[in-house]
């Protein structure tokens, strides 16, 4: 079946502006994951969701950052405006769950590469 | 929180020789520790994962191994192929708490010379 995909995937826009990314990750997926990830770098955690609700926010870096999946589907990560530090690939995971058993796989979206001007 | 330290950073191998990558991670309350594949401009694929009550793990030429009271796990490639190359992320995963999220190495990235 499909996998983890994100729109768009490479994003050009002006310091100041506002972005909209978004993930549409694998169906039936509970867990969503965003993550930012810098080059030659690993992911860096920013905040998940089991379902709609947002679970763990801790690594969004300062309130220009939020996200939300209102339906419990596709999520949508929204940077207000933009700086140029902000510039980085932006990757979203899914996954089965987090189960009784503790962990399921994440499976990672191709990412959408932000650059800010 | 979770901190996971990575070495090497870079590592460079003839074919045919094996591959260590070492990983440490702080949170003894750790219980999975998946390992990731990132080959240039793709998205990372899990290639293999331990969980806490296992100490070794194989699949074909690739292997991890889980110390826990050392808190440290290694990823094991033994006959190594040009097409291993890629750079390589270790990651701990700790439920419960305000966490329940992967936090990853800074990779390795590995070099297969024919």
């Known amino acids: 079946g499909a996998g983890v995909s994100q729109s768009p995937r490479y994003k050009v826009t002006k310091r100041g502006q506002d972005v909209a990314l978004r993930c549409d990750p694998i169906?039936?997926?509970?867990?969503l994951y965003w993550y930012r990830q810098a080059l030659g770098q690993g992911p860096e955690f920013l905040t998940y969701?089991?379902?709609?609700?947002?679970?763990?926010k801790s690594g969004l870096p300062n309130d220009r950052f939020s996200a939300e999946r209102p339906e419990g589907s596709i999520s949508t990560l929204t940077i207000q405006r933009t700086e140029q530090r902000d510039s980085a690939m932006y990757r979203c995971?899914?996954?089965f769950g987090l189960g009784t058993s503790g962990y399921n796989e994440q499976f990672f979206g191709p990412g959408t590469r932000l650059t800010v001007l | 929180g979770e901190n996971v330290e990575q070495h090497p950073s870079t590592l460079s191998v003839q074919e045919g020789d094996s591959a260590v990558i070492k990983c440490t991670y702080s949170?003894?309350?750790?219980?999975?520790f998946p390992w990731y594949k990132q080959e240039l401009g793709k998205r990372p694929q899990l290639i293999i994962d331990?969980?806490?009550?296992?100490g070794e793990k194989k699949d074909q030429r690739i292997a991890v191994t889980l110390n826990k009271t050392a808190k440290h796990f290694s990823l094991h490639i033994t006959e190594t192929q040009p097409e291993d190359s890629a750079v390589y992320f270790c990651?701990?995963?700790?439920?419960?708490?305000?966490?329940?999220?992967?936090?990853f190495g800074k990779g390795t990235k590995l070099s297969v010379k024919p």
């Open positions: 331990i969980r806490s009550n296992v």
């Open positions: 169906s039936g997926h509970v867990s």
């Open positions: 949170d003894s309350a750790s219980n999975y």
């Open positions: 990651a701990a995963f700790l439920k419960g708490g305000s966490q329940g999220n992967l936090i």
């Open positions: 995971a899914s996954s």
């Open positions: 969701f089991n379902y709609e609700a947002q679970q763990d």
